[in-house]
T-cell receptor
Framework: AQSVSQHNHHVILSEAASLELGCNYS??????LFWYVQYPGQHLQLLLK??????LVKGIKGFEAEFIKSKFSFNLRKPSVQWSDTAEYFC???????????FGTGTRLQVTL | NAGVTQTPKFQVLKTGQSMTLQCAQD?????MSWYRQDPGMGLRLIHY???????DQGEVPNGYNVSRSTTEDFPLRLLSAAPSQTSVYFC???????????????FGSGTRLTVV
């Protein structure tokens, strides 16, 4: 079965700092990859997704992620974070064998002024 | 508005009580699922369904039942609530993959359940 690892559990950054959140998955076949964001008290929102083609994916709010197949990774990046980016971020993987979406344990991002 | 509707938004139960969390979608999605979200554990799949009349267990099914009598509805039943079931529950739906393609999951706004 597939699994997803997010190594950063809690990240604290100052506003304008650059962000990179790690995500690794374990599955040998074709995958779809997602990053979701959950702002305090809200439900999950899709930030970006990778299905095929260009491994560098751009999402909403200036976020991007790069799919590196050889490293089974899909790291999330943002050049300059804002206070409003304070949220929890989840990486997720979907494989072709079923519609089940498997989530990582999440990374809590705190952006200070 | 198209989407996934969950009710109730908040619920407090006493240990041993039973209840049903409702989930409905109006997008004609074949696939529906229930997740629970706990701090430090991400979202874990409880049960899922690939169509009316078909359900299966996810990662953490114990203590929960589901049924799928229609495409639109996928209720989650807690048979005898326990404090360990205190969590936030999310329902989600999507088209069936069948092969990977450009589609996505739609999540409900969640139900915050406290069992005392």
């Amino acid at each position: 079965a597939q699994s997803v690892s997010q190594h950063n559990h809690h990240v604290i950054l100052s506003e304008a700092a650059s962000l990179e959140l790690g995500c690794n998955y374990s599955y040998g076949g074709t995958v779809n990859l997602f990053w979701y964001v959950q702002y305090p008290g809200q439900h999950l929102q899709l930030l970006l997704k990778y299905f095929s083609g260009d491994p560098l994916v751009k999402g909403i709010k200036g976020f991007e992620a790069e799919f590196i197949k050889s490293k089974f990774s899909f790291n999330l990046r943002k050049p300059s974070v804002q206070w409003s980016d304070t949220a929890e971020y989840f990486c997720a993987v979907l494989t072709g064998t079923a519609s089940k979406l498997t989530f990582g344990t999440g990374t809590r991002l705190q952006v200070t002024l | 508005n198209a989407g996934v509707t969950q009710t109730p938004k908040f619920q407090v139960l006493k240990t041993g009580q039973s209840m049903t969390l409702q989930c409905a979608q109006d997008m004609n999605h074949e696939y529906m699922s229930w997740y629970r979200q706990d701090p430090g554990m991400g979202l874990r799949l409880i049960h899922y369904s690939v169509g009316a009349g078909i359900t299966d267990q996810g990662e953490v099914p114990n203590g929960y039942n589901v049924s799928r009598s229609t495409t639109e509805d996928f209720p989650l039943r807690l048979l005898s609530a326990a404090p360990s079931q205190t969590s936030v529950y999310f329902c989600a739906s999507s088209r069936m993959t069948g092969g990977l393609g450009d589609y996505g999951y739609t999540f409900g706004s969640g139900t915050r359940l406290t069992v005392v």
